[in-house]
């Protein structure tokens, strides 16, 4: 008998989690003021709890997790890896096809991962109030889940195209107490110099940041969360790598091909990178992809420059991929990938080819999304549609060559709260989108002259 799902036991979830800063080929360049200095703890501290800033530039390799954390973590931890047993006979592969599934957490994906944590170390150092923007909605529900268990206040500042098309996610943060804003809001300077110039301004989590970091350093008992791109996020999401590895091991599997859909790049970090350590030492040959929209296509159509989180460049720059900070990505149903930057720690290992990118569009991933769930019967976040769309096309490349790959991509998200999205391409109107080259060259132009 085969199995389905490989289990780990609550005393398997792993107790430290893999920095790759050590470990990278080619040293992280440090984040810079505008005027091109270096920035301390001091410039951040203002914003983040401190054990944070000391976990996004922290060289040790293991970084020890508090226990308060792992009992949290025993709620949905550890998550079960699943063989797509059924995907594979649909698609007549020679390939094994496995997915960690990260949406049985319960805001229903891999975000509480970072959450917990963020919120634990916030709430030892006595802040009181949390703020963070959010895009589909995922990071705030995830958020709201933490700061709720942890008794801490939130603030969401919610990206308007979203928070009009997922009445939902708004009411799940209110069901775990948390107060949530569409975004641009007339509550801060940032979104109210955004309204002027645009009054029907859809947002972006660019300006929702904005909103939500003046909103934490104009409130003293108040600090910024960030649900992707920083290097601690990327830290706290390896949990999965690891776990998958373990479970793995069980299988009897070696990976050859990893996949994760990439917005800031969070859960695809957590995925890859303790895997990424062994292809850096050369115990592992394995091909990571990292997948974007072609709507956002950060990671394959971006510049690797220095740039701000931003809209209004209160953030340090970051060198990363970046479409630019004034870039405002369509509304594509993947909300959650609509981000103009990428984490620096992806950006860097695509820049030394450890791994790479692609991007599809909107509808080929949604056909995939929903072969999935005719298939696995699993019904999918639109953002991890991405994924299985890759590692559909990898299993049919074996279907070709006969080679009987194993192949692993990370199952970030369930789709319940996106139901509208698969609404729209059920009955044909979803569109097809892909951002013209013309405004791709206008935002990179505004980058800082910074290379
Ligand atoms: C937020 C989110 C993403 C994208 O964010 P990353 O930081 O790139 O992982 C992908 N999938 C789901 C389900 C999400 O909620």
Known sequence: MESYKIMLGENEIPNKWYNVIPDLPTPLPPPLKPDGQPVGPEDLAPVFAMELIKQEVSPERWIEIPDEIIEIYKIWRPTPLRRAYCLEKDLKTPARIYYKDESVSPPGSHKPNTAVAQAYYNKIEGTRTLTTETGAGQWGSALAFATNKLGLDLRVYMVKVSFDQKPYRKILMETWNAQVFSSPTNRTKAGRSILEKDPDCLGSLGIAISEAVEDAVSHDDAKYTLGSVLNHVMLHQTVIGLETKKQLDLAGE??????????????????????????????????????????????????????????????????????????????????????????????????????????????????????????????????????????????????????????????????????????????????????????????????????
């Open 254 to 451: 070696t990976p050859d091909v990893l996949i994760g859909c990439v917005g800031g790049g969070s859960n695809f970090a957590g995925l890859s990178f303790p895997f990424v350590k062994d292809k850096i030492e050369g115990r592992l040959n394995a091909d990571i992809i990292a997948v974007e929209p072609t709507a956002c296509p950060t990671l394959t159509k971006g510049p690797y420059r220095y740039d701000h989180g931003d809209a209004v460049k209160m953030t340090p720059l970051l060198k990363m991929y970046t479409l630019g900070h004034d870039f405002v990505p369509p509304g594509i149903h993947s909300g959650g990938l609509r981000y103009h930057g990428g984490s620096p720690l992806v950006s860097s290992l695509v820049h030394d080819k450890v791994v790479r990118a692609k991007a599809y569009h909107q509808i080929e991933v949604f056909e995939a999304a929903l072969k999935f769930a005719r298939t696995e019967g699993m019904v999918c976040a639109p953002e991890t549609a991405h994924a299985i769309k890759a590692a559909i096309d990898e299993a049919e490349k074996c279907s070709q060559t006969g080679e009987e790959k194993c192949i692993v991509f990370n199952y970030s998200g369930h789709g319940f709260f996106d139901l509208g999205a698969y609404r729209e391409y059920l009955s044909g109107n979803l569109k097809e989108y892909e951002y013209p080259k013309e405004k791709i060259a206008e935002s990179i132009a505004a980058l800082p002259d910074i290379e």
